[in-house]
């Protein structure tokens, strides 16, 4: 992992990625990170991903079940 101090304003580039971050705010327990990327790559915060992940199996499962009562 690559730890990188910024201040307000500053950024952090990725230029491979095309990928621009600019920190917006510092607050006491909030950092507000500002993401320019295009709009192919996928951006969201690993707290979001588990529950889509587990929606997204619950779903599946309930599909099969209704299947096979179906058949």
């Known amino acids: 992992m ?3 101090s910024r201040k307000v304003q500053q950024q952090i580039l990725i230029p491979e990625l095309n990928i621009r971050i600019t ?11 500002g993401i320019e990327a295009p709009s192919r790559i996928q951006i ?3 707290e979001v991903m588990r529950p889509i ?3 997204r ?9 209704v299947a096979q009562h179906v058949c």
């Open 44 to 46: 969201t915060r690993p």
């Open 23 to 33: 920190v917006l705010s510092v607050g006491t327990n909030r950092v507000q990170l």
């Open 57 to 65: 199996t619950e779903t599946r499962l309930v599909e099969q079940e």
């Open 2 to 4: 690559l730890v990188l």
């Open 53 to 55: 992940s587990v929606t």
